[in-house]
Nanobody, 123 residues
């Protein structure tokens, strides 16, 4: 039912900023961003809980990344500042199938995934 389309990825130098967008079609609840670097497992980046608006971040991005949602546009954003080379990865948008109240930092919490957008940070 739900389709997620990410955009906004690109190449940026260390210290720069990017803003990722995730446009959703259909009803969405909790939403999150994950990323996967070459040779590494997919890891949690940030999430926003539909019921409360509460946001959650991985320690590696806390203070640098901000997740937000425009309910009218049904779009989630990830503002990434002070980017580091280790932020280089494919970034995926995810959405839960319902108002899950548990942990939002694991992949199984989400039933819908976007195609991913590449973020490359040069040193």
């Amino acid at each position: 039912q739900v389709q997620l389309v990410e955009s906004g990825g690109g190449l940026v130098q260390a210290g720069g900023s990017l803003r990722l967008s995730c446009a959703a079609s259909g009803r969405t609840y909790n939403m999150a961003w994950f990323r996967q670097a070459p040779g590494k497992e997919r890891e949690f980046v940030a999430a926003i809980r539909w019921s409360t608006g509460g946001t959650y971040y991985a320690d590696s991005v806390k203070g640098r990344f901000t997740i937000s949602r425009d309910n009218a546009k049904n779009t989630v954003y990830l503002q990434m500042n002070s980017l580091k080379p280790e932020d280089t990865a494919v970034y995926y948008c995810a959405a839960s199938r319902g108002p899950y109240s548990g942990s939002l930092s694991t992949g199984p919490s989400y039933g819908y995934w976007g195609q991913g957008t590449q973020v490359t940070v040069s040193s």
